[in-house]
């Protein structure tokens, strides 16, 4: 049964800092890994997401990277603003499970003025 | 383009009674996957519907039910609902397996 965990639960940083938020995962057999965004009482905006056979994804301050063999995967935030305050969840897709996710706690950020 | 659409948005029930949730796909999508999220954590997976068939069910009791249309839309249903049913319940849309999923703002039901 995959489990996934996400690290810390709740971080505070001063807006401008770089952060990595961690995901680790206890099956490797993955089909992809997602990372989310979710605003309090809203649903989850997917921001990337990663195949088993890369290594990495970036979007714009957003860079995702992917290590199954030590089922670890983290997010790193370039240049944190106040609007990137939200709570943020990884989610694992197992391979011939159709695309059933199974998602973290999620790590509550606050980027603070 | 309209995204997943669900309603109602709030919902209050009472103990033993029932609840139908309902979900509109994204267009193009015909793949629904329903999520509970408990406050405080993670979303977790219900069940999935294909081509109008429960495809993948999570470890939820069968108090918990589902339907897809013709049109692709979906609904969940709760009997007798518990204390413990209060939570989001999220709808994710996607196209075939594996695909990204995109999801709806999701329904807060708040049991009492």
């Known amino acids: 049964k995959q489990e996934v965990t996400q690290i810390p639960a709740a971080l505070s940083v001063p807006e401008g800092e770089n952060l990595v938020l961690n995901c680790s995962f206890t099956?490797?057999?993955?089909?992809?890994l997602q990372w989310f965004r979710q605003d309090p009482g809203k649903g989850l905006t997917s921001l990337l997401l990663?195949?088993?056979?890369?290594r990495e994804q970036t979007s714009g301050r957003l860079n995702a990277s992917l290590d199954k063999s030590s089922g670890r995967s983290t997010l790193y935030i370039a240049a944190s603003q106040p609007g990137d305050s939200a709570t943020y969840l990884c989610?694992?897709?197992?391979?011939?499970?159709?695309?059933?996710?199974?998602f973290g706690g999620g790590t509550r950020l606050m980027v603070k003025p | 383009d309209a995204g997943v659409t669900q309603s109602p948005t709030h919902l209050i029930k009472t103990r033993g009674q029932q609840v139908t949730l309902r979900c509109s796909p994204k267009?193009?999508?015909?793949?629904v996957s329903w999520y509970q999220q408990a406050l405080g954590q993670g979303p977790q997976f219900i069940f999935q519907?294909?081509?109008?068939?429960?495809?993948q069910r999570g470890n939820f009791p069968d108090r918990f039910s589902g339907h897809q249309f013709p049109n692709y839309s979906s609904e969940l249903n709760v009997n007798a609902l518990l204390l413990g049913d209060s939570a989001l319940y999220l709808c994710?849309?996607?196209?075939?397996?594996?695909?990204?999923?995109?999801f709806g703002d999701g329904t807060r039901l708040s049991i009492l």
């Open positions: 994710a849309s996607s196209w075939g397996r594996n695909q990204p999923q995109h």
């Open positions: 989610a694992a897709s197992r391979d011939n499970a159709g695309n059933m996710l199974t």
């Open positions: 519907y294909y081509e109008e068939e429960e495809r």
């Open positions: 267009s193009g999508h015909d793949t």
């Open positions: 990663i195949q088993s056979s890369q």
């Open positions: 099956d490797s057999a993955i089909y992809n």
